[in-house]
T-cell receptor
Framework: SQTIHQWPATLVQPVGSPLSLECTVE??????LYWYRQAAGRGLQLLFYSVGIGQISSEVPQNLSASRPQDRQFILSSKKLLLSDSGFYLC?????????????FGPGTRLTVL | GQQLNQSPQSMFIQEGEDVSMNCTSSSIFNTWLWYKQEPGEGPVLLIALYKAGELTSNGRLTAQFGITRKDSFLNISASIPSDVGIYFC????????????FGSGTKLNVKP
């Protein structure tokens, strides 16, 4: 069966510090991978998605970036965090099927920027 | 981009009552998904729908893919306190097969 992992689970960082969040998927190959951000009590905002190694689509211009160095690894980064980067970051994967696709989420990373 | 309107935004109900929520899109979708999210956790997939008119159940939950392909409904029968959470709809359209669009969520509160 497939599982998706995110770490760390929680993170407190000062403004201006760098960020690296990691997501890995097990039990499947060539998944589509996604990063979402969720503000408190709000919906999901798609940040990046990737259909393959090295292929990144950015949805929202911001000071975050994403990379996919391996098939089942997706990384969210920032060189300098802003207060507004605080939130709940969710990684997700899907099977890239046109007609019967489903998306599964990881447990999330709670980021607090002080 | 695609707009998904989910309603209601929140609900306060008594244990044992039935619940209905819905999502509408501005364009045709090929896939509708319903999720439940509990505080501090990632959304968990409840039901997936792939055909117009499809009605699918998962325990006390039933979801339908609207015939117009622009809406979907989720019903919860005989609610219990553990149904508390935020329910999200999500859909995938005809033209960008890689992106899912999400509703803003329905926050469900159940009074014992």
């Amino acid at each position: 069966s497939q599982t998706i992992h995110q770490w760390p689970a929680t993170l407190v960082q000062p403004v201006g510090s760098p960020l690296s969040l990691e997501c890995t998927v097990e039990g499947t190959s060539n998944p589509n991978l996604y990063w979402y951000r969720q503000a408190a009590g709000r919906g999901l905002q798609l940040l990046f998605y990737s259909v393959g190694i090295g292929q990144i689509s950015s949805e929202v211009p911001q000071n975050l970036s994403a990379s996919r160095p391996q098939d089942r690894q997706f990384i969210l980064s920032s060189k300098k965090l802003l207060l507004s980067d605080s939130g709940f970051y969710l990684c997700a994967w899907s099977r890239d099927r046109v007609l019967t696709d489903t998306q599964y989420f990881g447990p999330g990373t709670r980021l607090t920027v002080l | 981009g695609q707009q998904l309107n989910q309603s209601p935004q929140s609900m306060f109900i008594q244990e044992g009552e039935d619940v209905s929520m819905n999502c509408t899109s501005s364009s045709i979708f090929n896939t509708w998904l319903w999720y439940k999210q509990e505080p501090g956790e990632g959304p968990v997939l409840l039901i997936a729908l792939y055909k117009a008119g499809e009605l699918t159940s998962n325990g006390r939950l039933t979801a339908q893919f609207g015939i117009t392909r622009k809406d979907s409904f989720l019903n919860i029968s005989a609610s219990i306190p553990s149904d508390v959470g935020i329910y999200f709809c999500a859909g995938k359209g005809e033209y960008n097969f890689n992106k899912f669009y999400f509703g803003s969520g329905t926050k469900l509160n159940v009074k014992p």
